[in-house]
């Protein structure tokens, strides 16, 4: 696998924690689970549909828009 993560230093409600925010295709996101949930098996995931409206980094090998 090969994806771009921005971590954002973070504190929440018992103290110091990192937000890892990354723009995935759906078809990734079991994977991406699978990897947050070995890492960090009470890691608190979230997705949100999101629409690009500039190039970025998707992977190896993909299409820049």
């Not at 110091?16 to 699978?34: G, H, Q, T, Y």
């Amino acid at each position: 696998m090969d994806y771009a993560v921005t971590e954002i230093p973070a504190r929440g409600k018992d103290g110091s924690v990192s937000l890892c925010d990354l723009s995935v295709r759906r078809k990734d996101v079991p994977a991406i689970e699978k990897l947050a949930l070995e890492v960090d098996p009470e890691a608190f995931i979230t997705v949100e549909d999101i629409t690009p409206l500039r190039s970025g980094y998707w992977g190896t090998g993909s299409v820049r828009r």
